[in-house]
């Protein structure tokens, strides 16, 4: 029997022709050699392809069984075809990572009452014998599974210091990073050894040691457990809510799309229609963008569904810990799967619902190959499932609100908060301002709400301290020599740091161009916000939340709980606070640097900024009256303005007659062809020779610009140069996946600005 098989992590664009003396099935995993090596191989159909070359046979099956359904499989080919994607590397998403699958059985009581805790298979039978076995399983007294989550609260010992010594300091003989030490716990109270060692770049904690030894700080060691994350559920939905909720239920399976702005109740709906459905024996896939939001997301489904078995799965867990609970969903032992975008393609034989919650956000784009838009790939498969999907956001993608129209996607809306109330937004003109950065006006609010005993969040677009070093002699800007884009400046370690490539140096002490010492930074980032707020408020305690300062989700979490405690009074970040958090304390939000939300070079930056604005602004007031601040030097911009009246609708009237009238998305699908050289010349030569094959199509559909050197026309060594080509909204990309089989090493293709830099 001849197979078409899809070879595992193969940057190819086809398909290829094995023959198996086994039966198999589409959707099963096979071990093939390929280019003399051996690899995994999908089963994608039964009808191979004949041909005068030699037809290989398959090694051996792996699982035994197919764990792809057709669906799943019909899912796969729609990102191949819409996002021009090798087939492998999407085929790849819906298995956890590893070739093969060994993991241990558990028996699993489903109550406490049984007297036994989770227990491995074979030391189950040989404590009990295979008999109490069945007879526990035929009564559905207990369940085998792959993993488990215990639900008693972890442990954690942490060890923090403070001062044993306020008064008498300056009669101490102290070093000056003794006094930095010093001042820093003056300041704060207290602090965790390993968070302060981190915040003041120390090499080693010999000086915190020492400190301790001569009696001027004192060291205590406590249990601290994550119990505080469990969050009682609220049950009772209000009359909005309640309307919502009943029309979901009497549409039934279609694809919703529910508008509800900041703390208007969004997850209590979603909860209502989770219930009825989890006593219908369904599953249900709950998708969040970032993995930085399950810690309290986690705690509240927990709260509401006692009893269920409510998993994480994301790509920072360990690949044996991923395995298992893959496994376990696969199987359907898993209740609720809450997840990034990875855990989209977990197949879940009894799905029942799919959340996509701030389905909005860009986090949900997967940038790297296979590239594909995770909202969009959820709507397919909730199509084929035959399942209803909820999209909710305060700010809905204009795209998907434009389906609305139409009746593709049903609208949905909350407009009044159950808890607190909307925020009082004001807009500040800092063309009136002395200080670029930070207005006084907003000073002075950040001064009335910490003395008050509340938080404050503040928005800076972006990370670092400076956005780019310039020679006030020559006028040379230093640039990464990997990349054509100035250097960031980082203060903490004095260095220069490339956002693209990673490449990192020491800033130098004279201009590499002209050799004068006028070097100066220029412009801010989250790290010089921070500075200078602390600065303003000395005694104040700051937490700087960016991916330098949060790089994985333990991190993230411990940041959360310490923001939840009220230790840090500011926290300053970039995008990563305007996500779903719900902290009730928060009370005033500012936005630093609204204009420079909108200097994207994309057709959607104007929707990305108003995402932002209206995402941070709604941070505050979730228990009370809450404050928003936005800066510009343009207030009278439509975007700023729209925000700022809390306007979606006026937004997205003007957004999308914009786009109509530019043949934007949903109008037209832009394809951006990126063609990547060793040097100027060579992805100029190719894009000329992309452009011959684009005009040998003889589409008259079609719209073709270029080619043009894109704003980052040097990444990572590679030279590049782009076509950028208009198609009708509905077309297909035949032609285009033609040009990327030709080219598979030299070219990108990026679908409506999905996968890639501009």
């Not at 109270?189 to 968070?195: L, N, P, Q, T, V």
């Not at 032992?333 to 959340?355: A, H």
């Not at 000329?688 to 043009?708: H, M, N, Q, Y």
């Amino acid at each position: 029997m001849l197979i078409q098989v899809a070879i595992s992590n193969s940057p190819l664009y086809d398909t290829y022709t094995y023959r198996t003396d086994s039966p198999v099935d589409p959707g099963e995993r096979v071990e093939v050699n390929f280019s003399g090596r051996n690899t995994v191989g999908y089963v994608v159909s039964l009808e191979g392809k004949t041909g005068r070359y030699r037809i290989k046979s398959i090694n051996k099956r792996f699982d035994g069984r197919p764990f792809l359904s057709s669906k799943d499989l019909e899912l796969a080919e729609f990102v191949i075809k819409e996002y021009i994607a090798p087939p492998g590397k999407v085929l790849d998403l819906f298995f956890p990572p590893g070739k093969l699958l060994s993991v241990d059985d558990f028996v699993v009581p489903i109550s406490d009452e049984l007297g036994f805790s989770p227990t491995k298979k074979d030391k189950f039978i040989k404590q009990y014998g295979e008999e109490k076995l069945t007879e526990l399983l035929s009564s559905r007294d207990v369940k085998i599974m792959h993993s488990f989550e215990r639900r008693t609260p972890k442990k954690r010992k942490i060890r923090r210091i403070s001062l044993s010594l306020k008064t008498g300091l300056l009669k101490q003989n102290l070093t000056p990073l003794w006094q930095t030490i010093v001042d820093y716990l003056l300041s704060v109270e207290s602090a965790e050894i390993s968070e302060l060692e981190k915040k003041l770049q120390l090499k080693s904690r010999s000086p915190i040691e020492t400190l301790i030894s001569k009696g001027i700080l004192t060291e205590e060691e406590t249990e601290e457990d994550d119990s505080h994350w469990v969050i009682p559920a609220v049950t009772e939905l209000n009359g909005k809510q309640k309307e919502v909720y009943k029309n979901i239920m009497e549409s039934g399976s279609k694809t919703f799309l529910l508008h509800g702005l900041t703390g208007t109740g969004k997850t209590e709906v979603y909860f209502k229609v989770m219930e009825y459905l989890l006593n219908k024996g369904k599953q249900i896939l709950y998708l969040v963008p970032e993995v930085s939001l399950t810690p309290q997301l986690l705690a509240r489904i927990r709260g509401a569904f006692p009893g269920r078995d409510v998993r994480q799965y994301h790509s920072y867990m360990a690949k044996g810990l991923r395995q298992q609970i893959w496994l376990d969903a696969v199987e359907g032992n898993v209740d609720i799967l809450v997840g990034t975008r990875s855990s989209l393609w977990v197949p879940m034989k009894n799905t029942g619902l799919i959340v996509v919650d701030e389905e909005h956000d860009t986090s949900f784009y997967q940038q790297s190959v296979p590239y594909y838009d995770g909202v969009e790939a959820a709507m397919k498969k909730a199509e084929l499932l035959n399942v209803p999907i909820i999209l909710g956001s305060a700010t809905p993608r204009v795209s998907h609100y434009h389906l609305t129209e139409s009746g593709k996607l049903i609208l949905l809306s909350l407009t009044e908060r159950p808890i607190g109330s909307f925020p009082i937004i004001e807009l500040i003109d800092m063309k009136e301002e002395k200080n670029p950065i930070i207005s006084k006006r907003a000073l002075e609010e950040i001064k009335k709400t910490i003395s008050a005993g509340k938080q404050v969040f503040v928005f800076v677009h972006r990370k670092g301290y400076s956005n780019y070093v310039v020679c006030f002699t020559c006028g040379n800007t230093i640039t990464c020599p990997h990349c054509s884009v100035s250097m960031t400046y980082h203060k903490a370690d004095n260095s220069l740091k490339c956002h693209y490539c990673g490449y990192k140096e020491s800033i130098p002490k004279t201009c590499p161009s002209c050799g004068s010492m006028t070097l100066s930074a220029r412009g801010f980032g989250t790290e010089r916000v921070e500075h200078d707020l602390q600065k303003y408020f000395p005694s104040v305690k700051i937490m700087r939340m960016d991916r330098e300062t949060i790089d994985n989700p333990i991190a993230y979490e411990k940041a959360l709980l310490e923001i939840s405690k009220k230790e840090s009074q500011i926290i300053v970040g970039t995008k990563m606070i305007t996500k779903g958090l719900d902290f009730p304390d928060v009370e005033m939000v500012l936005v630093v640097d609204a204009d420079r939300l909108m200097s994207f070079p994309s057709y959607d930056s104007p929707e990305t900024a108003f995402q932002h604005i209206s995402q941070v602004s709604g941070r505050s007031g979730r228990a009370g009256i809450g404050k928003a601040f936005i800066q510009s030097f343009n207030p009278k911009n439509r975007i700023i303005k729209a925000a700022f009246e809390r306007d979606y609708e006026a937004f997205y009237k003007d957004e999308i007659a914009l786009r109509k009238e530019l043949n934007n998305p949903p109008f037209a699908k832009i394809a951006e062809i990126i063609c990547y050289g060793d040097t100027e010349d060579k992805s100029g030569e190719l894009a000329e020779r992309i452009l011959s094959e684009v005009k040998a199509e003889k589409l008259d559909t079609i719209e073709v610009f270029g080619p043009l050197t894109p704003v980052l026309s040097k990444l990572k060594n590679s030279y590049r140069m782009k076509i950028t080509i208009k198609l009708p909204s509905d077309s297909d990309c035949v032609f285009l996946e033609k040009i990327q089989k030709r080219h598979p090493a030299d070219v990108q293709i990026i679908i409506n600005g999905i996968g890639g830099i501009i």
